[in-house]
């Protein structure tokens, strides 16, 4: 036999042999057992090529064999095993994955977990479809790690990652003004200003140029669903033009949230046009009044995000000092269109199951 036969032959062998063996294991149903085989094929492949000297032509002609073979099994397409061959090449040494250390070269800050996670074992809990897409989106190691975190802390969905990738989420987590680091104790401080963004991406609204405050608050109120998915996990939507008395006089509240994690109300001020100082004040007042009347003796103090369509860092920053209440100044943006591609909505129960059952099958056979 050809010796090049003789070693494709080989090549396929192993490859069957550690198929069949993860079968035994887990019958490709764990996810970090599929992520773990993924990555040795990709290992062998990648040590094959540059030991024969192969091209990539070697992978069409393997992904046939191994449909020819093991008939039964889904996941071993082409483009499958080119992605497996990058998984690996992307982390050819997991055991030395450190996320928080390739974050901070890049000033990205990553989010606290409820339990530590190191980069190995990171890289095992994201599931395939979404190590395809973070490998297909984002060359910079750093950048996909943000959004690893990200998708585990929050359980993002393929769907949701896309649109947070496309909407260029890790140059916005965190970037509000704030005053938190004088009006909260760390680790809360920390905790509550990596949960705002700036700006805020509403973009399933369509609104005309000189809309009114009242038709933007109508508007998310409506898309309660899109608008809860923006502002990220925990918030809960208590009410809107929420009412609080003081005295003979009444106060509405734009909106009104309670964040489960955080375990604090989330005062919201919707504002048209740029940030101005008296903002500041009035929401305080809120803070203030929501503190009094609705915080339960657990609770966190309240927090008031106040999203404008310019926040003006400078004047913004200037208002905030001094202000006892934890207040954080961010931008909202509204774009005509969203693509169908990234169409937000939660995911129902039925997507869920699909999506992991499409993980568990190598995500597609194309």
């Known amino acids: 036999m050809n ?14 042999t550690r198929i069949q063996g993860a079968q035994v294991r887990a019958l490709l149903a764990v ?8 990555w040795e094929i990709g290992q ?13 032509g070697v992978i069409p002609k393997l992904a046939i064999d191994l449909h020819n073979e093991l008939p039964e099994l889904k996941g071993f397409s082409e483009r499958n095993l080119k992605r497996m061959l990058g998984f690996y090449r992307a982390y050819p040494q997991p055991e030395q994955f450190v996320p928080q250390a390739v974050a901070q070269t890049h000033d990205l800050k990553m989010p606290q977990l409820a339990a530590p996670v190191d980069g190995e074992n990171l890289l095992w809990q994201i599931p395939w479809g979404h190590h395809a897409l973070l490998l297909e989106k984002i060359k910079d190691p750093a950048v996909r790690c943000w959004y690893m975190m990200y998708s ?18 890790h140059q916005r987590q ?33 609104l005309e140029k000189d809309f009114h405050e ?3 608050e109508t508007g998310l109120v409506r898309h309660v669903e899109k608008f809860l998915l923006q502002l990220g996990q925990g918030f809960a939507f208590v009410g809107r033009q929420y009412l609080v008395s003081v005295g003979e006089d009444d106060f509405y509240i734009d909106l009104l949230f309670y964040h ?15 940030f101005k100082p008296e903002y500041a004040g009035k929401i305080n007042f809120y803070c203030n009044l929501v503190d009094d009347r609705l915080r339960h003796e657990h609770d966190q103090p309240t927090i008031g995000l106040l999203l404008c369509q310019d926040k003006n860092r400078a004047i913004a920053e200037y208002a905030l000092r001094g202000i006892d209440k934890p207040i954080g100044v961010a931008e909202y943006q509204l774009l005509r269109e969203l693509p169908e591609t990234l169409a937000s909505s939660l995911p129902s129960i039925a997507e869920i ?12 056979e194309e």
């Open 3 to 16: 010796s090049d036969l003789q070693f494709y032959s080989h090549l396929l062998t192993d490859i069957k």
């Open 31 to 38: 996810n970090s057992e599929l992520l773990r085989l993924y």
């Open 44 to 56: 062998v492949l990648h040590a094959r090529q540059q030991e024969k000297g192969w091209g990539a």
């Open 152 to 169: 585990l802390m929050h359980g993002w969905s393929r769907n949701i990652l896309t649109m947070q990738i496309e909407t260029h989420a």
């Open 174 to 206: 965190g970037r509000a003004v704030t005053n938190f680091s004088t009006s909260l104790l760390a680790p809360q401080s920390d905790l509550v200003q990596q949960t705002l963004k700036d700006p805020y991406l509403f973009d399933f609204l369509t």
């Open 214 to 216: 009242r038709e933007l």
């Open 260 to 274: 489960l994690k955080l375990r604090c109300f989330v005062v919201i001020e919707l504002k048209r046009g740029p």
């Open 353 to 364: 199951e699909a999506e992991l059952g499409d993980e568990m099958e190598g995500i597609d």
